[in-house]
C-alpha cells in the first residue's frame, strides 16, 4: 500500500535560515502528493500539490517542492522562515486505487519551530 | 477559497453519553465529505468518506455503529460518537470536496473530551 513517510518530527530553524521538511512516498503508480501546514487547533492548508505537470511545485507562503522520482522524495523547502511558519507539516500521498486524488493518506508530520 | 465550518469546535462529555458533531460547507455544495481522527502530536486518520445521500465508506477498523455519519445535504455532514469513551477523546476534523477529482477543503477541527 501507499505511503508516505517524513523524516524527522521535529525541525527547528532560526529565522531568515533556510527551511526543509523531507518526505518520501512509496507507490506502485504515479502518485499526486501533496503537502498541507496545520495551525494549533485548526484545520489543514493545501500548501501545494504535485500532479505530474511539473516535477518542481510552487506554492502559496514562498514554499516549494522537488519531486525526485529516482529518490522517491518530495521536501518542502523555504528560502527564509518567518516565525508565522511556525506549524505542523505533512506530508500526503494520493489513494493509488483512486485515480481522481480525491482520497489521500497522510504522513506523520513534522512540526516546524523557528528561532527569534 | 471554499470555507468549511465545524460545530461546535470543543465539546466536554461525560463517558457514555453521544455527541454529534457538524461538518458545514459554506460556499459550495459538497458532493463528498470525509471525516478524519487525529491523536495529540499524531497524523490525521481516515475515518470514513461520506457521500450526499448514501451511506458512508468506513476505513478498516472504525466502527460504523459506534460513529454514525449521516450527510444528508449537500452542506451538511454530521458524525455521532455513540456512548463514548475516554479512548474516544481526539481531534475530529472533517474536509469537503465539490465533486471527485477537486481539492479537499479541511473544516477547523472539534475537539472532543471524555471524561
Known amino acids: 500500500a501507499q505511503s508516505v513517510t517524513q523524516l524527522g518530527s521535529h525541525v527547528s530553524v532560526s529565522e531568515g535560515a533556510l527551511v526543509l521538511l523531507r518526505c518520501n512516498y512509496s507507490s506502485s503508480v504515479p502518485p499526486y502528493l501533496f503537502w498541507y501546514v496545520q495551525y494549533p487547533n485548526q484545520g489543514l492548508q493545501l500548501l501545494l500539490k504535485?500532479?505530474?505537470?511539473?516535477?518542481l511545485v510552487k506554492g502559496i507562503n514562498g514554499f516549494e517542492a522537488e519531486f525526485k522520482k529516482s529518490e522517491t522524495s518530495f521536501h518542502l523547502t523555504k528560502p527564509s522562515a518567518h516565525m508565522r511558519d511556525a506549524a505542523e507539516y505533512f506530508c500526503?500521498?494520493?489513494?493509488?486505487?483512486?485515480?481522481?486524488?480525491?482520497?489521500?493518506?497522510f504522513g506523520s508530520g513534522t512540526r516546524l519551530s523557528i528561532r527569534p | 477559497g471554499a470555507v468549511v465550518s465545524q460545530h461546535p469546535s470543543r465539546v466536554i462529555c461525560k463517558s457514555g453519553t453521544s455527541v454529534k458533531i457538524e461538518c458545514r460547507s459554506l460556499d459550495f455544495q459538497a458532493t463528498t465529505m470525509f471525516w478524519y481522527r487525529q491523536f495529540p502530536k499524531q497524523s490525521l486518520m481516515l475515518m470514513a468518506t461520506?457521500?450526499?445521500?448514501?451511506?458512508?465508506?468506513?476505513e478498516q477498523g472504525v466502527e460504523k455503529d459506534k460513529f454514525l455519519i449521516n450527510h444528508a445535504s449537500l452542506t451538511l455532514s454530521t458524525l455521532t460518537v455513540t456512548s463514548a469513551h475516554p479512548e474516544d477523546s481526539s481531534f475530529y476534523i472533517c474536509s469537503a470536496i465539490q465533486g471527485w477529482g477537486n481539492e479537499q477543503f479541511f473544516g477547523p477541527g472539534t475537539r472532543l473530551t471524555v471524561l
Open positions: 504535485y500532479t505530474s505537470a511539473a516535477t
Open positions: 500526503a500521498v494520493s489513494d493509488e486505487e483512486d485515480s481522481s486524488a480525491s482520497k489521500i493518506i
Open positions: 461520506s457521500n450526499e445521500g448514501s451511506k458512508a465508506t468506513y
